[in-house]
């Protein structure tokens, strides 16, 4: 089944876009609003000190996810914990960025989620913490490269992020709406990277 989705080895941008919270988001709740978050296709991103201000750079890597950044001319760069899911086979599929939202926010963090252009929106997207019984998000729009589902974190939700070994994502494909692709998202390295993206985004 994830045949179906190998032509579409996305070259993923992750999008600027507004609120992430609870599920629907309130849109009270912003997040950077500026993140332009390459995929790996990009052949290594470049260093803080030589990435070009508004561009995307590496700032530290927890295991499979990345701390991404962009550089502003002031230094205030917002970051994002970013992750590139696999299929079996090897082939990229798609893409998560989580960031830590304001004290006082419906919630505490919010994140992005980046499917295939052909993936079946109203079968939603599910994601579930080791054994616990997987959450529900629906799919917020889609752009020229993927489809976007926005989410929002408790502070309990991420506890158990931060717990767990790994997380199973679950997307529908719309073409065999009767098949489910299982994608297994490492939280391997996520308590570290998580902890360095909030340091980051709240010295500011």
Same mark, same amino acid.
């Given at each position: 089944m994830t045949n179906l989705f190998r032509a579409l080895s996305i070259g993923l941008s992750l999008i600027a876009f507004a609120a992430h919270a609870q599920t629907p988001p309130p849109a009270d709740v912003a997040a950077p609003t500026d993140l332009s978050m390459?995929?790996?296709?990009?052949?290594?991103?470049?260093?803080?000190?030589?990435?070009?201000?508004?561009?995307t750079y590496?700032?530290?890597?927890?295991? @499979?996810?990345? $701390?991404?950044?962009?550089?502003?001319?002031? &230094?205030?760069d917002p970051c994002q914990l970013y992750q590139l899911l696999q299929d079996t086979e090897g082939n990229d599929v798609a893409?998560?960025?989580?960031?830590?939202?304001?004290? &006082?926010? $419906?919630?505490?963090? &919010?994140a992005t989620f980046m499917a295939p252009l052909e993936t079946l929106l109203t079968a939603n997207l599910k994601i579930?913490?080791?054994?616990? $019984?997987?959450?529900?998000?629906?799919?917020?729009?889609?752009?020229k490269v993927g489809c976007v589902?926005?989410?929002?974190?408790?502070?309990?939700?991420i506890a158990a992020l931060k717990k767990g070994?790994?997380?199973?994502?679950?997307?529908?494909?719309?073409?065999?709406?009767? @098949?489910?692709?299982?994608?297994?998202l490492t939280l391997k390295g996520f308590t570290a990277g998580y902890e360095a993206v909030k340091t980051a985004n709240t010295k500011k």
């Open positions: 390459g995929s790996s296709d990009t052949p290594g991103l470049p260093t803080q000190a030589d990435a070009e201000v508004g561009k590496l700032a530290a890597s927890f295991d @499979k996810w990345e $701390q991404r950044c962009v550089k502003k001319d002031d &230094g205030s893409e998560i960025s989580v960031f830590n939202l304001p004290d &006082g926010a $419906q919630a505490a963090a &919010g579930g913490v080791d054994a616990k $019984q997987a959450k529900v998000y629906p799919f917020a729009f889609c752009t589902a926005r989410l929002g974190f408790t502070g309990e939700e070994v790994k997380a199973t994502v679950t997307i529908v494909p719309a073409a065999a709406p009767d @098949k489910v692709v299982a994608l297994e």
